[in-house]
């Protein structure tokens, strides 16, 4: 859940989620404010002792079974082109699992993978929260989201790690007792250097994370090796998990075995905690400078 809380809520609230018993979901992102965290547009007014939110939310993953939300809004009418990011606030929203409150509807998301968990469009209308759920200081809320990402990243990579272990694992499998040409495919050099080849990269990206992880751990700053984690990590698991659909040959392409559902998996992962593409900004402006 992050900083920003009173001691009412860390005392009242945080050994719950410790212990499991409450579940939270993130409500940031937006159709137009992905990637662009500071191009929020949902709204939320002062009126009184209340808080009025009008808006939209995107990929809320859980947020039907969820026992709160955190949920970003913009609570400075007077936006400043050149620092968008001002304006930001937090607020802990608690609700009742398995429903929405009065003022909020959700869609489910017609996703191709990670139907492990509901993820959901939000629409706010004159939904309202007491003046109490504002968490940390009003109009800082863009630093409470940003302020995890290292952590997020490291998580992401470790998703996608296990993922390409599960394709790895299968494909060994699956060359065992298949046969071809007499003989089990595990035994034709090609599919074994390949498989070689996955266990390689997959050892590589987890060391990758269990240094990164450390890092995070000691409370040192390690914004630049958390993108370099979740790049290397999560681009490998598209490949590892590619590379087991096509030893299952046209096996892997039906929903017989897993390793079709690691392959959709895997896929999110280059997009959320930031696209593969943001984690190539991030280094490449530590390494030569900011460009534009």
């Known amino acids: 859940m992050g900083g920003g809380f009173t001691a009412e809520q860390e005392s009242r609230l945080l050994p719950r989620v410790a212990r499991g018993e409450w579940l939270g979901a993130y409500a940031l992102s937006e159709a137009e404010a992905g ?23 995107m990929w809320c993953t859980y947020a039907d079974q969820a026992d709160y939300l ?69 109009g800082k809320g863009f630093y ?11 998580h992401t990579a470790a998703r996608a790690i296990g993922l390409a272990r599960a394709a790895l694992e299968d494909s060994i499998a699956y060359v065992a007792t298949r046969e071809q040409f007499g003989r089990p495919i595990g035994e034709f050099q090609y599919l074994r250097f390949e498989i070689a080849k996955m266990a ?53 392409y039906t929903t017989d075995f897993q390793v079709e559902r690691h392959w959709r998996d895997a896929r999110l992962t280059r997009i959320f905690e930031g696209t593969s593409e943001i984690q190539m900004r ?7 400078g900011r460009s534009g």
């Open 35 to 57: 990637s662009d965290v500071a191009n929020i547009s949902c709204r939320a007014v002062r009126e009184g002792d209340e808080w009025v939110v009008n808006g939209t939310k």
């Open 200 to 252: 390689a990269d997959i050892e590589a990206a987890r060391q990758l994370m269990y240094s990164v992880a450390t890092a995070i751990d000691s409370g040192r700053r390690c914004s630049t090796e958390a993108a370099m984690c979740k790049l290397v990590a999560t681009e490998m698991a598209e490949r590892v998990t590619s590379q087991g659909i096509q030893i299952h040959g046209g096996a892997g």
């Open 144 to 154: 409470m989201a940003v302020s995890g990402l290292e952590v997020g990243r490291a």
């Open 282 to 288: 991030i280094i490449s402006d530590d390494l030569l």
């Open 70 to 138: 955190v949920l970003f809004a913009r609570t400075d009418p007077n936006r400043d082109p050149a620092k968008p990011h001002r304006g930001i606030s937090t607020f802990l929203v608690e609700k009742e699992r398995g429903s929405f409150p009065a003022g909020i509807t959700g869609t489910p998301v017609r996703k191709i993978g990670y139907f492990g968990w509901q993820t959901w469009e939000l629409s706010f209308d004159d939904f309202r929260i007491p003046a109490s759920a504002l968490l940390g200081e009003e």
